[in-house]
Nanobody, 111 residues
């Protein structure tokens, strides 16, 4: 079971940017389904963006055009570039590669 470690969260003003990283404990070349979820206080965990087994990328409607998912197989790392951040993007962001979850990284966007 792969272990996932997120980093890159923090406090940013609305309109700002952050890049989250998810480092895996082993090669991700064969991990076709990897992505990011988030959970805001009092809300259910939701999909943000994910690579699918077909090689496509799926984004939540709320982040389309603002967030970009990418990966570097040589570094065993998946990235989430987040631009034009909004206060409603505030949440704990989790990396996911079934059945593993990372520990999460907090993103706080101030208005």
């Amino acid at each position: 079971q792969v272990q996932l470690v997120e980093s890159g969260g923090g406090l940013v003003q609305a309109g700002g940017s952050l890049r989250l990283s998810c480092a895996a404990s082993r090669s991700i070349v064969r991990l076709n389904v990897m992505g990011w979820y988030r959970q805001a206080p009092g809300k259910l965990r939701e999909l943000v963006a994910t690579f699918s087994s077909g090689g496509t990328i799926t984004y939540a409607d709320s982040v389309k055009g603002r967030f970009t998912l990418s990966r570097d197989n040589t570094k065993n790392t998946v990235y989430l570039q987040m631009n034009s951040l909004k206060p409603e993007d505030t949440a704990v962001y989790y990396c996911r590669s079934s059945p593993s979850w990372g520990q999460g990284t907090q993103v706080t966007v101030s208005s």
